[in-house]
């Protein structure tokens, strides 16, 4: 099931997740509708709190599918190597029509529980190592907005406010 993607606001999306204590049946309804949903928007990446629930899990699939092998679930990820440094464009799909240029480490290595709840580690250069940035943030209550500086980031949330106002957001 396609669920529906929250945008930047929604406390859900503002707030750190929680762990995932068991997987559930729940949970993993909740994994196959977070893949489906991030297939069809489509995006590289989508987190839990995106589809309103603060549990810690993200899928990523920087191939979006087109690569059968390309589909990473973590589910209670942590960090074991970032180093190095990237600049590049960067969206979201809870932060629609707007893009900005933002500074991740360029590899990084995640660990975490896949959907059958076995613990794996996945490594990324490039766009994946920027994926897992960005999802992690996610699960800690931070969108890339938050990543900015001064104008740049005062322009999206002013444009933001305003569609709010309209209704449009
Ligand atoms: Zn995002």
């Not at 929680?18 to 987190?47: C, S």
């Not at 589909?71 to 799909?93: A, K, S, W, Y």
Request: charged share 25%; aromatic share 4%; with cysteine.
């Amino acid at each position: 099931m396609i669920r529906p993607i929250l945008k930047y606001g929604d406390s859900t999306l503002h707030e750190r997740a929680a762990p995932v204590e068991q997987i559930t049946t729940d949970v993993d309804r909740l994994l196959g509708d977070m893949i489906e949903t991030m297939y069809a928007a489509p995006g590289v990446g989508l987190a839990a709190p995106q589809v309103g629930v603060p549990l810690r899990i993200f899928v990523v699939d920087v191939s979006v599918g087109r690569d059968p092998n390309g589909l990473i679930v973590m589910i209670n990820p942590e960090f074991v190597v970032r180093d190095g440094m990237q600049l590049e464009e960067e969206g979201c799909l809870s932060v629609p029509g707007f893009n900005a240029t933002v500074v991740r480490p360029s590899h990084v290595v995640v660990k975490g529980l896949d959907r059958d709840g076995e613990p794996h580690q996945r490594e990324g250069t490039g766009l994946l190592a920027r994926a897992f940035q960005h999802e992690m943030d996610h699960l800690d209550g931070m969108l890339f907005v938050e990543h900015l500086r001064g104008v740049k980031r005062d322009m999206i949330v002013r444009k933001i406010k305003k569609l709010t106002r309209a209704g449009k957001w």
